[in-house]
C-alpha cells in the first residue's frame, strides 16, 4: 500500500470547516483512499473512503485531487467532540480483508 | 450489542503473570484483528484472521504472544510472562470478508474500545 503523508498537528475553531490534508503521490490507480478517527480513550471509527471522485456523507466530505497524489478531510462544522487523531490511509481495491496499516495521523484539536 | 465487544475493558497484572484479553466481533464478521497502541504512540498491528485461521502473524512481537480464535467469532489474545513494555491498549476490530478479487469493494472495519493493561 502506498504511503501517506499527514501534518502532526492542527487547530480549528469551533463552527468552522476543518480542512486536513493528506499527501499520497505515489498511489496507484487501484488504490483507495480511506479516513478514520481515533478520539481519546476510544478505538478508531471509519469516517469516509474514496477513490477518484469526491465523496461526501454525514460525517465529512473528501476531496481527491484529480491527480490522486493528495486529498483533504473537510468536516464542515468542527465541534469539540471532533478533536481526535485522524488517520489517512491508502489501500488497494482488491486487498480483501488485509490489515489497515496505520501511521502517525494529524492530531486535530477543536478549540472554543 | 452490536459492536465489537473486548474484556476485560481494565487489566492490572504483575509482572511475570499470563493475562488472557478477549474480543467478540460483530456477528458474522469473518475477519478479525489485534492491535496494540502504547501510550502517546500509533496503532501497531498485530494478527489477523479470516475465520479461524491466521493469515498474517507478523506482527506479534515476540513468542510470549499467542492468539486463537474458534467457531470463526471470539478470539483471545494471550500474554505469558508480561513485561512492563507489555502496557498498552490493546485494540480488536472485525469487518465482513471481502474476496481479494478485482472490483472487490473494501469496507470499513469496526474497532472495539479496547482493553487498556498495565503491568506493574
Known amino acids: 500500500d502506498a504511503k501517506t503523508t499527514q501534518p502532526p498537528s492542527m487547530d480549528c475553531a469551533e463552527g468552522r470547516a476543518a480542512n486536513l490534508p493528506c499527501n499520497h503521490s505515489t498511489i496507484s490507480g487501484n488504490e483507495y483512499v480511506y479516513w478514520y478517527r481515533q478520539i481519546h480513550s476510544q478505538g478508531p471509527q471509519y469516517i469516509i473512503h474514496g477513490l477518484k471522485n469526491n465523496e461526501t456523507n454525514e460525517m465529512a466530505s473528501l476531496i481527491i485531487t484529480e491527480d490522486r497524489k493528495s486529498s483533504t478531510l473537510i468536516l464542515p462544522h468542527a465541534t469539540l467532540r471532533d478533536t481526535a487523531v485522524y488517520y489517512c490511509i491508502v489501500r488497494l481495491l482488491n486487498s480483501g480483508n488485509t490489515p489497515l496499516v496505520f501511521g502517525k495521523g494529524t492530531r486535530l484539536s477543536v478549540i472554543a | 450489542g452490536a459492536g465489537v465487544s473486548q474484556s476485560p475493558s481494565n487489566k492490572v497484572t504483575e509482572k511475570g503473570k499470563d493475562v488472557e484479553l478477549r474480543c467478540d466481533p460483530i456477528s458474522g464478521h469473518t475477519a478479525l484483528y489485534w492491535y496494540r497502541q502504547s501510550l502517546g504512540q500509533g496503532l501497531e498491528f498485530l494478527i489477523y484472521?479470516?475465520?479461524?485461521?491466521?493469515?498474517?502473524k507478523s506482527g506479534l512481537p515476540s513468542d510470549r504472544f499467542s492468539a486463537e480464535r474458534t467457531g470463526g467469532s471470539v478470539s483471545t489474545l494471550t500474554i505469558q510472562r508480561t513485561q512492563q513494555e507489555d502496557s498498552a491498549v490493546y485494540l480488536c476490530?472485525?469487518?465482513?470478508?471481502?474476496?481479494?478479487?478485482?472490483?472487490?469493494?473494501?469496507?470499513?472495519?469496526?474497532f472495539g474500545q479496547g482493553t487498556r493493561l498495565t503491568v506493574v
Open positions: 476490530a472485525s469487518s465482513p470478508y471481502i474476496p481479494r478479487t478485482l472490483n472487490a469493494v473494501n469496507t470499513e472495519a469496526f
Open positions: 484472521f479470516q475465520g479461524n485461521s491466521a493469515p498474517d
